[in-house]
Structures are given as structure tokens and as C-alpha cells.
């Protein structure tokens, strides 16, 4: 009588402990490697708008300050989409029968909203507060990256839980001073960790981690 | 005291056993069985983890074409309007977010209001966007163009006209003391010369009118001012949350609850127990019929005793001295505690009571010296003064006479709130052309030919007249939302101003009243302060005639049954409710959901009767009665309350709603059936037949007793300082497994406090937090399995007899305890500790284990058992708070002290580098409570208020001895009895 099992039956069923062992570690791993990646996040996913607006010419080469158009930054949790009228405040004068600006206008002049796709979206769950962040150092490019190269706006950061918390628990070397919170390509001309906790204590910055912080 | 079915009936346990454990709690709405249940949660848990997987979808921003100046999105703006509930407005703030109204709040700067809201004006904000409001003008039932209201109704107006100078025309309003809806009456007067004005409310105030009348020769409003008053007596007056003007008497009389010298002391008569009653340092429960007998002999006892100037005049009417009895004691004890107190002392009527009562009263008020010190008069708000159900007996008479041709109606409802003796609602079918102006398509609605969808008070401009006649001008916050129509409209029509709107109309009203170059600038400081200045009445200073008064008494005689008690013939008193007032809010789920303060029932009314009395007539709770009066019935179900007076039922109005309102209808039962217009407050005669039926009640708190434990505690202010460290052991430190947590680092240590004192479990507190943090409603069914969703609750305990009990209120929420025993046993930290020492719930996180709210023993967590927010109709979506989260199913809830409102508030302080002041930081059961009972903020400042409060003496901790430290303190409610009646 030949044997029940013959000699590969040992590998085989080692192969398939292993396997069987590893399988969930796999799966838990790639669900959470793929939650942090831009698949998920939507980190530099190009987004189409119904008007072509372009950053880089807005902001590099006409210097329009950020808070121009996004105007309550400072003072709302929202920095604010522009309403179309402030469009309309230079477009009236500056290529005012561009064909490309023909639906902001179509849309000005019946009081229709514009509708731009959103490109930072944070879980309806999480009560961010731009001003905050704008009044205590926080720059625009810190989290939304170089806009002023932006043909169309992106999604820099991954806007993950991890990734607020490492700023909130270690925020020194993400402050600049509040007068160059709009500055695109401000470096400190100094060391970025003293600067920081210059900053710190001179905006009196306390981050906090608790959980009503952010979710309410 | 345990609940009135433990106590009347042998099945009590079982009962009790159900409660606890309801059949088929395990069951969802439409019935799913355990099993099904079981084998979808098994296919969803395991495709769950893959429904995270796609990505959220893509999301659109609409940003404003143009935006309005002031306002930022993502900040909220608050505007000044008021509300009026009957004749007086109360002064309220409403907050608007991008331009969705979402919250009222009261107006600091408004004399009845002093930054408190009440529950009407709170909840209106969901009758805002009730989807079942009327929506079309309709004529029979089709739907018309208001254009063509207005052409057809102009035919017929200059038919009219021709005929007879419109003696046809008459109109049924609102009593009202809006100055241009005066101004365009008068111009209808002169347009139409024999047209006539009706005013018709069905909890109206012509007692207190005719009482004045009847004192002074002319009707009058009385002011009282509890803040001057040592010793207040209340005859039927439920001042503190019905009458009038009550949020400013709550601060006033709270004012004056703290213990030491300055405390006031409060006696109340009353049949049914009241909110008021329950505050009263002793109570004396008459049947209503009664109340004047007891007038009569406390002024025969101030005459005859305490021999007040005054009053000899009119010591030749009054009958025998008191005798014997406890009630004699408790007359003389008052009368001698009246005497006392010259021109610090008030008495109260209620509007329930008859006007003699009322000329009592001011009489007394009078002889005690109390006018211009308690007690101010001055001419009535309302245009009329008559505007109860003699009023509509008129108009009634008038048009079975077929005298009325069109008749206006902007009144509420009156074809279900007439007595129905009048059977209005068949007279108003008899009616050629009735116009009617309602929120709903209601019980008028069905039987009027032209009916058109009224504006709601946040849609439209309009003004109005507080309890003291200082003028609001009510603004809009939002355009129509079903096509509504403002009053102003409507009743411009008629004088051929069909072109102008409700902001022109009334503008224009007051343009030509203030002639001044700068009526811009003011009109503008108007709106935004909530009131014109200087428009209060002038003080009357009237005079007793006391002539007219002997007369009165000597023709009143006593009236007291001479029967004992228990073969008396029952007696049926008609309140106003608290939940619904006349039936105009019965459409307003927060209200119906909201327990009541006294019987704690939600969703229904019932026939309410004494113990003694239910007993003696062999009924148990929620038995079904049919309820005979005059020949006319109507069933209902029986409940007891302690305290009640015997051989008394009080039937509570507004219920059993027959419209189309899908809220009310099938709701309680209709109390207007037996009212009778000759005796619409109180009538004898009642007779009860049980049906052998039982109506499942929702009743939220059913137990009676606190079992012993100390949970809402009092005392009197003797007993209390002869022993002060009575409370040392419930509270300062415990033992504890626990490490200490060291909470000095953290910025701040937020904390609450509420003195019991003060709070009169009014529960404008809990519609504050509702609203404030988008509660859902459950309806009555899954209130009856106790899955109400309310984070703040009110608990009521009797102690004492069951026939006088004594009566405490407590507003019980999430404690936040330091050492919080819901944080230990959740198997995924959804609730944790945050270093100011807030428990917060971490939605997200939350996998429905409800382990905490079996760990909590103060039950104060709120589980989501069904998607209850799924369904909300589309507009009520608008009334959300953007600040706080809606909740699903399967997620825990409880209060969090407001956090959103902490959060906002020190991002605001941080930003301009400020601390956070003492006050600044409201949360929003604080900010609505009329008492001030509640305290919010951080025990780190020393001296702010609630580190006072938590450092006061009569300071205690909740359940103490269970070591949870929790950061609500509570502070003992202190009586003070007269020792006289001790």
C-alpha cells in the first residue's frame, strides 16, 4: 500500500498555513496602503472645471493675492469660493469678450451659480477652520503646495487623519510669519525649527488633538 | 411614590416589566423579525468593509452670483424679529446661515424676553419648514391664482358696498396689537363704513379684562413685577409658563429663589397642578369653582383681621368669618403673610378665573398698597379686549341670522377651537364667502370657500406689541417657502393696495407716523435692536372703585358645594396646553415629542384626575373614558396626577386634530367638544363611563418616586443652615481605582451647574438643545418603547402624600464624568475623555455595542435604533445646524456640553489673542432658559460663575457615592415655608 500522503504533502501543507497566515495581514495591509494612496485620497487627480481657470496666470503672473478671491480665509472656517461678481470686477474691464469667460458672464448676468467642482474635500464629519490655521501661521502652501503652478487645481496633501495629526502634534516647522501667510515660495531665511518655535510662542499657538477638535 | 400603575393596580409588575423590557423591542418599524435581521447584518458586515473602498463622489461648490455685504459663509448672522403666541410678542433672535434660518434664540434687549426663549417661539422654527403647510391658494379646493382672489374678491367687495355699505363684511382676526394692522383696520373702517372687526382666541384673556373692568370701570392690562414682590400668591395663575409674559416673570421670580433674607414666598391655588404650583412654597389644590370662595374669605380675613384701610369699604358684602379646617389655617396664615408685606406682596389671577376673582385681586393689591410697586397697569395690548368665546357668540348669533355675507378670517383656527355649543364649523358652511387665512390645510380650511396660505412669522414683515406695548418690527429671514401670504397683504387688499408688499405696507405705516428727517437711521437701529424705543404704554394709575365692587361680591354670595368630597359632582376644567397651546402648534413634532413638564406624556393629552379621584371612580391609568358633558361626548384616556384637585378632570386643549396636518392628526383627543361658550374655563357636571379599553400612553418618565436615593433634592432654608455639612458626602472627593487625571495643564475645565432653585421645569431647555443639535423626532411609537432621542431630559419626582405631594423638577444630561464609566467598557474608544474634561462621542467610531448606556447610571445616552434622520422631507433638511453632525443609525448620542459652540468660541478668542470670557460661552439649553438655572464654563477661572456655583453650599453631586466625579453639579432646591403653616 502506497503511502496516504506522499513527501510534498508536508510542503504543501506549510505553503498553505503560510498562505492562510498571511492572507489577512495581506488584505489589511493592502486596504490600508491603499486608503493612503492618491487612489483614494485623490492627491493630484487633475479636476476638470466648467471654466478653464487657471491659477498660475491669477496668481504668478497677475501676483493676485489668494485672499483676493478667497476672501473670508481669515475670518470663517471656509475660505470661500469667489462669487462670480468678483470675477466680473476685473473681467469686465480685462478680456471682456473673451469667448473663454463667455459662461461667467452668461452666469453673472442671470444670477446663476457658477458650479466648480470641488477639489479639497474633507469628510462631512470634520469641521476644519481655516481661520484658525491662517491667524496662528499656517500658509496657504503648507497644505494646498504651489498653487501659482497649478493649470488646474490639485489635491496636494492626502487630507488623512495621520496627516493633520502630525502637524497638530508637532506644528514648529510648518509656521511662518502671519504677513507671508500668501507667499508662495517664502523660505525661512533661517533655521526652520527655531524660527518655529519662535512663532509658536509668539502666536501663542496650542495645537490640540482631542477628538471634538475636529469632529462634532 | 412609585408610578400610579404600580400603585392602583394589582398587574403593576408585569407591567413594569414590559416597560422595561417592551415585546418585540427587538423588532425594527416595518416589522422585520430577529432572524432576517440576523442574516442581513451577517451580509452586510461582510460586504461593509468593501462598501469603503470607492471613493466618495465628486461634490459641487456653488458660490453666490452676488454676495450679500454682510454676509461670510461658513459664519452665521443673527437677526432681531419677534414672535407673538396670542396678543404678546416676545423678542427673539433667529440665526441664519447663508440665508437658511435655523435657530431661535431670545433677544436680550426685549422686555418679555431678556435673552430667554420659550418653547413656541423655539419650535416655530420647524413650523417654518413644515412640508405640510398650505401651499396653494385654492377656491373650493381648486387652486387659484391670488391675482385672481384679488379681482374676484373685488367684484364682490363693491357689490357689497352698493348693497348696503358692506354690512356684510366682517372679519375674525387674531387679537393683535400690531400698530398697522390697527392702521389698515381703520382704513378698511372708513372704505368699508359697515364692516366689523371680530377678535377671536380660544385662550383668550377677557377675565382678566373684565375683572379690570369691573374694578377700575375700564379694561386693563396688569404688569406684575415679581422682582419687587416678597410674597406672591397665585390664584390659578400659571405666571411662570403660560400667562402672558412668563419668561420675564421666571427670571424675575428665579431672581429672587436664592436663599437668605431676599427670598420670596410663594403660595398657589390651583386645580390641576402647574408649573407654577410646583415652585410654590405651598400649594392649596381647589377644584376651579372653588377659587372664588377662597378669594372671598381671604379678603373677609384681610378686612376683618388685618383691618386694611382700604378694604372696609367693602367689608359690608362680605359674609361670616372663616371657620375651622386646615383651609381656614392656610387663608389666615396667607392673609396674615399678605398683611405683612405692604406694597412687597402680589396676588395673581389667572385668566381661567372669573372677573370677580380678578376685581378681588386687584382690590387686595390695592388695600396692600401694591400698585406702582408689584403690580402696573396699563391699557391692553389686544384692539380688543373682548376676544374670548362671547366674542365668537356674537359673531355666531349674527351669522345664523345670515347677516354675514364674506367674512375674513386670519384668526387660528376657529372652526376647531369654538366651543362647540356655537357649531361654528356648520355656520361657517352656511356662509356665502369665507376668506381664510391658515398655515394649514385645517379644520377652517375645509369649510372655507377662498383659503390662503399664510406667511410664517420668519417669512414675512409685520409688527407687534409686547405684554408691556413696546413695539417689535418683525423681520423676514427667508422669502415665502409655500407661497405664503403675509397678513399685512392680505388685509391691504381690501383697501386696494394689491401692488404693495408687506415690507412697503408697513414701512410706509410707520414713515407716516414718524415724520422725522432721520426715520432711516432709526428704522434701521429698530431692526437690528428688536424694538422700538419709548413705544411701552404709559403707566395707568387706576382707581378701586369699590361701590361697584360691594355690589358684585354681595351678588356672588358663596358658592361652595357643601357636599363632601367624593360625592361631588365632577367637575371639567379646559387648560391650554403646554405642549401645543390651543391646538396652533399640535403640527410641531418637537412639541408633541416633548414630555410634558407635568405628566411627562408626549404625542397625546388625556383626561388628568387626582389618585383619590380615579380610585374612587374605578379607573386605572390609561383607561379609556367617554366623557359626557351637556349631552355632548367624547372619549379619551384617564391619567393620574398627583396633586390634582378631587372630583376634578382637566381636559388639556389642542389634541384630536381632524385637518389635514399629518403631525396632529390622530393625536390625543379633541377637549373643544365639550366646551361650552357660557363656561369655557370650568363647567360641573361631568360624568364618566369607562369603555373597558386601554390607550397606550408615551410616557417618559412613569416612576413618581426617587426611591429613596438623593437625586433632586430640597430643603427649606431653616433646615438647611441648621445642618450645612449635610451634603459633604455627596460630594468632593471619592475613592477610586482610578489614577487621578491632572487637569490643571489643560486650557480650561469646563463645567456646568444647575440649581434646582431656580429651575421650574419649563423644558424650553430641551427644544434648545434639540434644535441646537439636530435631535431627531421618533414619534409615539418608538417613545412608548423608550427610544426618545432628547440629550437633555427633565425629571420629576413627588415626595410626600400623594394627595399634596411636593414636587421637584431636574434637568438631568450628560454629567461628564471625570471618571466616566461609559469610557471604560467601549471595546472602540467612540467615547473618550478630552484633557478640559469633556466625554465626548466619536460618531465614527461608533459600532452600536450600546455597552456605555448600560454603564451610564445616569442614562443620559441617546442610541439611533433607526435611521431616524433617513427620511426627513426635503425643506426640513434647511433647518439643520451645520455646525454639529446628523446622526445615522447604529450611532450612540449624548449631550456634549455644546462643543461646537466651545470650539467656535475659542477659535474666536485665539484668533485675537484673548482669553475666553466668563459668560461669553453659552451653551444653548443656558441660553434659553428663562430661570438662569443653568451655568456653563471653566472651573480654572475662579471667579466666574459656575466655579462660584460649584463652591456653593448647597452644591451637590449627582449619585455621588458611585466615585464618577461628574462636572455637572447640581445645587439644592431651597424652599421657603411659612412657619405658621408648618
Known amino acids: 500500500m502506497s503511502a496516504l500522503f506522499p513527501p510534498a504533502a508536508n510542503t504543501i501543507v506549510r505553503v498553505a498555513a503560510l498562505v492562510l497566515l498571511a492572507a489577512p495581514i495581506i488584505a489589511v495591509g493592502t486596504l490600508y496602503a491603499y486608503a493612503n494612496s492618491p487612489l483614494y485620497t485623490g492627491q493630484h487627480d487633475q479636476i476638470e472645471q466648467v471654466i478653464q481657470f487657471d491659477h498660475r496666470h491669477h496668481v504668478r503672473d497677475d501676483g493676485i493675492d489668494c485672499r483676493y478671491c478667497h476672501s473670508s480665509v481669515e475670518r470663517s472656517p471656509y475660505a470661500g469660493i469667489p462669487p462670480t461678481e468678483v470675477c466680473m470686477n476685473c473681467h469686465a474691464q480685462v478680456w471682456n469678450k473673451s469667448p473663454l469667460l463667455d459662461e461667467v458672464r452668461a452666469r453673472y448676468f442671470t444670477d446663476r451659480a457658477i458650479a466648480w467642482n470641488r477639489v479639497h474635500r474633507l469628510p462631512q464629519f470634520v469641521y476644519f477652520n481655516h481661520s484658525i490655521h491662517v491667524n496662528k501661521g499656517v500658509g496657504c502652501v503648507t497644505c494646498h503646495g504651489r498653487v501659482d503652478r497649478m493649470a488646474m487645481a490639485e489635491q496636494v496633501a492626502p487630507l488623512t487623519m495621520g496627516w493633520c495629526l502630525d502637524c497638530h502634534r508637532n506644528p514648529a516647522k510648518h509656521l511662518r510669519p502671519v504677513d507671508l501667510i500668501t507667499e508662495m515660495s517664502w523660505e525661512p531665511a533661517v533655521n526652520r525649527d527655531q524660527l518655529g518655535k519662535e512663532l509658536m510662542e509668539k502666536y501663542d499657538v496650542h495645537t490640540r488633538t482631542n477628538c471634538t477638535t475636529c469632529h462634532r | ?982
Open chain 2, 1 to 982: 411614590m412609585k408610578s400610579p400603575s404600580d400603585r392602583v393596580d394589582e398587574a403593576g409588575v408585569d407591567r413594569a416589566v414590559e416597560r422595561e423590557f417592551p415585546m418585540g423591542a427587538a423588532e425594527t418599524a416595518d416589522g422585520m423579525d430577529r432572524r432576517t435581521f440576523v442574516q442581513l447584518l451577517g451580509t452586510s458586515l461582510a460586504l461593509s468593509g468593501l462598501a469603503g473602498c470607492p471613493r466618495a463622489p465628486p461634490e459641487k461648490i456653488l458660490p453666490y452670483t452676488r454676495q450679500p455685504p454682510d454676509l461670510t459663509p461658513g459664519n452665521p448672522l443673527h437677526y432681531a424679529t419677534a414672535f407673538a403666541t396670542g396678543a404678546y410678542a416676545t423678542g427673539v433672535l433667529a440665526t441664519s446661515w447663508e440665508g437658511r434660518p435655523t435657530k431661535i434664540e431670545g433677544n436680550p434687549l426685549h422686555p418679555s424676553s431678556r435673552g430667554a426663549a420659550g418653547l413656541f417661539e423655539q419650535a416655530s422654527i420647524l413650523q417654518l419648514y413644515d412640508p405640510q403647510r398650505a401651499r396653494l391658494v385654492k377656491y373650493k379646493g381648486v387652486a387659484r391664482a391670488w391675482k385672481s382672489f384679488l379681482a374676484e374678491t373685488r367684484q364682490r367687495l363693491d357689490y357689497l358696498l352698493e348693497a348696503n355699505r358692506a354690512a356684510g363684511l366682517r372679519f375674525l382676526l387674531d387679537p393683535s396689537g400690531s400698530p398697522t394692522v390697527e392702521d389698515l383696520r381703520r382704513r378698511i373702517a372708513a372704505a368699508f363704513p359697515n364692516a366689523r372687526f371680530h377678535a377671536y382666541e380660544a385662550l383668550d384673556r377677557d377675565n382678566a379684562y373684565q375683572g379690570a373692568r369691573l374694578a377700575f370701570g375700564r379694561p386693563l392690562e396688569t404688569l406684575n413685577e415679581f422682582e419687587n414682590a416678597d410674597v406672591i400668591l397665585s390664584l390659578d395663575a400659571d405666571f411662570l409658563q403660560c400667562v402672558g409674559p412668563h419668561l420675564r416673570h421666571s427670571r424675575q421670580f428665579a431672581a429672587r429663589r436664592a436663599p437668605g433674607p431676599a427670598m420670596n414666598r410663594l403660595y398657589a391655588v390651583e386645580s390641576m397642578l402647574s408649573v407654577t404650583g410646583t415652585m410654590a412654597d405651598h400649594r392649596l389644590r381647589l377644584r376651579s369653582s372653588e377659587i372664588q370662595s377662597f378669594a372671598l374669605e381671604l379678603l373677609s380675613e384681610l378686612v376683618g383681621k388685618h383691618r386694611l384701610g382700604a378694604l372696609a369699604a367693602i367689608a359690608s358684602a362680605l359674609g361670616q368669618p372663616l371657620d375651622a379646617g386646615p383651609r381656614a389655617a392656610w387663608v389666615r396664615a396667607v392673609a396674615a403673610d399678605l398683611a405683612r408685606h405692604p406694597g412687597r406682596s402680589s396676588l395673581v389671577v389667572g385668566p381661567r378665573q372669573p372677573a370677580l376673582v380678578h376685581a378681588i385681586g386687584h382690590a387686595i393689591n390695592s388695600a396692600l398698597g401694591n400698585f406702582e410697586q408689584t403690580v402696573r397697569f396699563t391699557r391692553p395690548v389686544p384692539l380688543e379686549a373682548e376676544a374670548g368665546s362671547a366674542a365668537l357668540a356674537a359673531l355666531a348669533a349674527e351669522i345664523r341670522d345670515g347677516r354675514v355675507d364674506t367674512l375674513v378670517i386670519t384668526s387660528r383656527n376657529p372652526a376647531y377651537t369654538a366651543p362647540a355649543n356655537l357649531e361654528f364649523p356648520s355656520l361657517l358652511s352656511s356662509i356665502p364667502n369665507v376668506i381664510y387665512h391658515g398655515w394649514y390645510e385645517d379644520e377652517t380650511w375645509a369649510r372655507s370657500a377662498w383659503t390662503i396660505p399664510a406667511a410664517h412669522p420668519l417669512e414675512t414683515w409685520s409688527d407687534a406689541r409686547a405684554h408691556d406695548g413696546t413695539i417689535s418690527i418683525a423681520q423676514p429671514l427667508i422669502a415665502p417657502l409655500f407661497n405664503g401670504i403675509p397678513e399685512l397683504e392680505l388685509l391691504a387688499s381690501f383697501v386696494g393696495e394689491v401692488d404693495k408688499n408687506a415690507y412697503q405696507i408697513l414701512r410706509e405705516s410707520w414713515q407716516k407716523k414718524t415724520p422725522a428727517a432721520d426715520f432711516e437711521q432709526r428704522w434701521e437701529r429698530w431692526l437690528a435692536d428688536g424694538l422700538v424705543p419709548g413705544t411701552a404704554f404709559s403707566p395707568e394709575r387706576p382707581s378701586v372703585r369699590w361701590d361697584a365692587l360691594n355690589a358684585a361680591i354681595r351678588g356672588a354670595g358663596k358658592q361652595d358645594d357643601a357636599a363632601p368630597p367624593g360625592q361631588r359632582p365632577l367637575e371639567v376644567n379646559f387648560v391650554g396646553d403646554y405642549k401645543v397651546y390651543d391646538g396652533r402648534f399640535a403640527n410641531n413634532a418637537w412639541l408633541q415629542e416633548l414630555p410634558d413638564p407635568i405628566t411627562k406624556l408626549a404625542w397625546d393629552n388625556a383626561a388628568l384626575l387626582s389618585p383619590a379621584t380615579a380610585q374612587r371612580l374605578g379607573l386605572g391609568q390609561g383607561e379609556v373614558v367617554t366623557l359626557e358633558l351637556r349631552g355632548r361626548r367624547v372619549d379619551a384616556p384617564v391619567f393620574m396626577v398627583p396633586g390634582h384637585a378631587d372630583d376634578a378632570v382637566t381636559l388639556p386643549l389642542g389634541y384630536g386634530r381632524s385637518g389635514m396636518e399629518g403631525v396632529a392628526r390622530g393625536m390625543g383627543f379633541n377637549a373643544y367638544l365639550l366646551r361650552h361658550a357660557s363656561a369655557p374655563w370650568f363647567d360641573s357636571g361631568l360624568t364618566i363611563t369607562s369603555r373597558g379599553k386601554h390607550h397606550p400612553l408615551a410616557v417618559t418618565h412613569d416612576h413618581w418616586s426617587m426611591e429613596g436615593r438623593p437625586l433632586a433634592l430640597q430643603s427649606t432654608l431653616a433646615e438647611f443652615q441648621k445642618n450645612p455639612g449635610a451634603l459633604d458626602e455627596l460630594r468632593g472627593p471619592t475613592e477610586t481605582f482610578h489614577r487621578p487625571v491632572d487637569y490643571d495643564q489643560a486650557p480650561h475645565r469646563w463645567a456646568m451647574a444647575i440649581d434646582l432653585s431656580r429651575c421650574t421645569g419649563c423644558s424650553a431647555c430641551v427644544v434648545a438643545c434639540q434644535s441646537e443639535n439636530n435631535i431627531p423626532v421618533v414619534g409615539r411609537e418608538q417613545v412608548r418603547r423608550s427610544r426618545e432621542m432628547h440629550w437633555l431630559r427633565i425629571d420629576r419626582y413627588f415626595s410626600g402624600p400623594i394627595e399634596e405631594p411636593s414636587v421637584i423638577t431636574q434637568p438631568v444630561a450628560c454629567v461628564h464624568c471625570e471618571l466616566a464609566p461609559c469610557e471604560y467598557v467601549c471595546p472602540v474608544n467612540a467615547t473618550v475623555h478630552s484633557d478640559e474634561g469633556l466625554n465626548e462621542m466619536v460618531y465614527n467610531r461608533c459600532v452600536g455595542t450600546r455597552y456605555c448606556s448600560n454603564n451610564c447610571p445616569y442614562k443620559v445616552r441617546r442610541f439611533n435604533y433607526l435611521h431616524y434622520t433617513q427620511d426627513k422631507p426635503a425643506p426640513e433638511k434647511l433647518m439643520m445646524n451645520p455646525d454639529v453632525t446628523v446622526r445615522a443609525r447604529g450611532v450612540m448620542e449624548k449631550c456634549t456640553y455644546c462643543v461646537q459652540r466651545i470650539e467656535r468660541v475659542r477659535i474666536q478668542s485665539r484668533i485675537e489673542n484673548r482669553p475666553i470670557r466668563d459668560g461669553e460661552l453659552q451653551t444653548a439649553c443656558q441660553q434659553a432658559c428663562p430661570a438662569e438655572a443653568i451655568t456653563f464654563g471653566s472651573l480654572h477661572d475662579q471667579s466666574s460663575r459656575v466655579s462660584r456655583l460649584h463652591r456653593d453650599p448647597r452644591r451637590y453631586d449627582l449619585l455621588h457615592d458611585l466615585g464618577t466625579r461628574p462636572r455637572t453639579a447640581y445645587l439644592v432646591r431651597i424652599k421657603n415655608p411659612n412657619p405658621e403653616l408648618a
